[in-house]
């Protein structure tokens, strides 16, 4: 992962069906067609890792034979795009990276979509993988465990140290 300085500068965009498709735990609840669930899972992921890591992350779904112009929202501090009738996720993404770039912003596309990264990397932006996104959401999840672990036992530890035998006497107080 990038340092903290480049973090705050970095984008990363996400073909979110392109995702769900990809990751083991997203295709089985889209496979019981559990799609709203799959997606709302992907979204949460990508929050906690946009929390911890401090890369904005946009999420890009396809509506293509949806009617309508398409819509963005914000749910957990992502921004979730949904395509207009028409617009793949594909062309949403490459109109999203044109629309963010900046000469100092680092822009990764997490999709496993051969055709649409040409375009992409053409403009500038660096390619993801979806066992590459995985790995690092994965990453992060843990160090994130180990955080509130240290949290949990610094709150919970003495902030005076004490031997053995006052620890002892004090812990008998406790108790009665």
């Known amino acids: 992962m990038a340092s903290r300085s480049k973090k705050s500068k970095s984008l990363l965009i996400v073909d979110g069906y392109n995702i769900i498709g990809a990751w083991p735990e997203l295709r089985a609840l889209k496979d019981q067609e559990r799609m709203d669930e799959a997606r709302d899972l992907l979204i949460s992921k990508l929050?906690?890792?946009?929390?911890?890591?401090?890369?904005?992350?946009?999420?890009?779904?396809?509506?293509?034979?949806?009617?309508?112009?398409?819509?963005?929202?914000?749910?957990?501090?992502?921004?979730?795009?949904?395509?207009?009738?028409?617009e793949t996720a594909d062309e949403k993404i490459?109109?999203?990276?044109?629309?963010?770039?900046?000469?100092?912003?680092?822009?990764?596309?997490?999709?496993?979509?051969?055709?649409?990264?040409?375009?992409?990397?053409?403009?500038?932006?660096?390619?993801?993988?979806?066992?590459?996104?995985?790995?690092?959401?994965?990453?992060?999840?843990?160090e994130i465990k180990e955080q509130v672990k240290k949290t949990h036992e610094e709150r919970f530890s003495s902030r005076i140290p004490l031997n053995d035998e006052i620890a002892k006497i004090f812990e008998k107080w406790r108790r009665e």
């Open 47 to 86: 929050a906690e890792y946009q929390g911890f890591s401090g890369i904005k992350v946009l999420v890009v779904f396809d509506a293509y034979s949806v009617p309508g112009i398409g819509k963005k929202l914000k749910d957990y501090q992502i921004d979730i795009y949904y395509t207009a009738e028409k």
């Open 94 to 142: 490459e109109k999203l990276v044109g629309q963010f770039y900046e000469k100092n912003r680092q822009i990764y596309v997490a999709t496993s979509d051969l055709t649409s990264q040409w375009v992409i990397f053409g403009q500038g932006a660096l390619r993801k993988s979806a066992r590459e996104l995985l790995l690092d959401i994965e990453s992060v999840g843990k």
